[in-house]
């Protein structure tokens, strides 16, 4: 597992341009944001996973989830929890079940592929109909998955797509500011493949990021 883990940092790294503020919400399942490291460290089963994620991360295996288990990784700032991944090895199964299980309550607004995006918000608005969106989606899809590096990003709450915005940065937005973000990733190295699944509050992070640019600058 320690090999699959690893594949995560690159993943976490992208994630960790802001630092975040904090807030009590649920991140998954009983993960509360901005719980203190405290909290997870003394208990038995937690370990430091640094080495494999980085920045201080510590690790729970056999994480339940969708009938399946994952390992938690658990990334925090200032000894604040603010970010949760689930990993597990890929498979196709646990691929379109993890992908069934968030759809039913997030909205999938784009896709990358480590050298470009697709929104989906925007290719929504201007495609002719749904053929024409489904075969760009699937086009994009198929060579991102044959690439070894596919990140599909999803905003919590159902219909956005529905709604017109002009695209994924105005469909986040218009959402609270404490609305989970759920990115699944599935990327490859060498033979190891991995399913991973980050949750955030990206409204949070950027709010935090943009207190921090708007304070006054020491003096030097």
Do not use: H, W
Not at 91 to 116: E, H, I, K, P
Not at 183 to 205: N, Q, T
């Amino acid at each position: 597992m320690k090999k699959i883990v690893s594949l995560l940092s690159a993943t976490v790294a992208a994630a960790l341009l802001a630092a975040p503020t904090f807030a009590a919400d649920k991140l998954f399942k009983g993960y509360t944001y901005g719980a203190p490291v405290s909290e997870f460290s003394a208990q038995p089963g937690y370990y430091d996973c640094s080495a494999e994620v980085g920045l201080g991360a510590i690790c729970l295996d056999d994480v339940d989830f969708i009938g399946r288990k994952f390992t938690a990784a658990l990334i925090f700032s200032e000894e604040k929890l603010y970010m949760l991944s689930l990993i597990s090895e890929f498979d196709v199964d646990a691929y379109a079940q993890m992908m069934g299980t968030l759809a039913q309550s997030f909205s999938l607004v784009t896709m990358a592929d480590g050298n470009s995006q697709l929104d989906l918000v925007d290719l929504a608005r201007k495609s002719s109909g749904e053929q024409e969106f489904t075969a760009a989606l699937n086009n994009y899809e198929r060579v991102g998955l044959n690439a070894g590096n596919l990140t599909y990003s999803f905003i919590e709450g159902t219909g956005l797509l529905a709604r017109k915005y002009a695209n994924a940065t105005a469909a986040l937005a218009s959402v609270p500011d404490d609305t989970r973000s759920a990115d699944m990733v599935v990327v490859s190295e060498g033979i190891e493949s991995a399913l991973v699944v980050r949750f955030a509050f990206p409204k949070l992070e950027a709010n935090k990021a943009a207190q921090a640019m708007a304070a006054p600058a020491e003096q030097f």
